[in-house]
């Protein structure tokens, strides 16, 4: 655990690995930095996912050593699949980590906190499906219900077969769609006042968002505010009640990544929203603990 003044009691702690496409836009990092900081996480490993576009697994890998440095701390982190499972046969150091963690005897519930395609935990699953049943998987991705897709959804439409995996697999599966995790609002200035004189680490996540900004992949953007639509998935690892949330039935993604039903599917577990305000300002105290 990374010390930040205070710890919790050792029966409230769950094992994460944070499964990340660090290098594909700005709210990547400032999820896993959560993480890092949260007592609560004990964090057996951060793994890189791809981004469906040619090196974008090792981009996000060196993403995360990126984090690792300005932080000037140490963690496990390993690479994933380098592309979706269409593309992609081989049996990544990454999933094979997320495997044997899934399967290690601990008194500590495992979480796979997931922010991007799900194409590691698929491979997990297809290499090895003993792991349903074993860990629970936090996915930051889909429109969830939603039969047309008012956007293509990014991080499912960069393995569509890969997501119908997971959601038809039975494993315990907690969805936060495309209209939770776009709430998650803070402006740029927000960020530069509060969080970029934070250390190397506040310094780092504010440039690297800036460099952003200003680059040819933001053209989504609002301009001087952000979604880290990330961060969802690890507050609710920490606090599974700072939104709320129902069951389905897991529904088939389709090629525009709109749902359809499915009453003979797994059920999951679909947010509804979340305090946007809480993850928020929980990142940002741990920032400034972590660098005070």
């Not at 269409?86 to 997320?98: A, F, K, N, R």
């Not at 429109?143 to 393995?159: I, L, R």
């Not at 998650?184 to 927000?190: C, H, M, Q, T």
């Not at 996540?205 to 460099?211: D, R, T």
């Amino acid at each position: 655990m990374t010390d930040i003044g205070f710890d919790i009691p050792d029966n409230k702690k769950i094992r994460v690995i944070v499964d990340t496409d660090a290098a594909c836009e700005a709210d990547d990092p400032f999820a896993i930095v959560h993480a890092l900081l949260s007592p609560k996480l004990i964090v057996r490993g951060v793994v890189a996912e791809h981004f469906n576009m040619p090196h974008s697994m090792e981009d996000s890998y060196n993403e995360i050593s990126a984090i690792k440095q300005a932080m000037a701390i140490e963690f496990p982190s390993f690479m994933g699949q380098s592309g979706p499972l269409s593309e992609d046969t081989y049996v990544s150091e990454g999933v094979d980590h997320i495997i044997k963690e899934s399967l290690a005897e601990s008194p500590y519930p495992l979480f796979i906190l997931c922010q991007g395609a799900i194409t590691n935990v698929a491979m997990a699953i297809k290499t090895n499906p003993s792991i349903i049943g074993k860990a629970t998987v936090i996915w930051i991705g889909t429109h969830g219900e939603e039969t047309v897709a008012p956007f293509k959804e990014f991080n499912v439409g960069n393995d569509i077969e890969a997501a119908n995996i997971v959601l038809k697999s039975g494993i315990d599966l907690w969805l936060v769609p495309s209209q939770v995790y776009t709430t998650i609002n803070i402006g740029i200035a927000e960020i530069k006042r509060r969080i970029s004189p934070l250390g190397n680490i506040g310094k780092h996540l504010y440039e690297n968002l800036m460099a952003y900004n200003f680059s040819d992949g933001a053209a989504w953007t609002q301009g001087e505010s952000w979604s880290l639509g990330d961060s969802p998935a690890i507050a609710i690892a920490i606090n599974p009640g700072c939104g709320h949330f129902k069951t389905i039935n897991a529904p088939t993604i389709n090629a525009d990544t709109s749902s359809s039903p499915d009453t003979k599917a797994p059920k999951i577990q679909l947010y509804t929203d979340v305090d946007s305000r809480y993850i928020l300002e929980d990142l940002i105290a741990k920032l400034e603990l972590f660098c005070s």
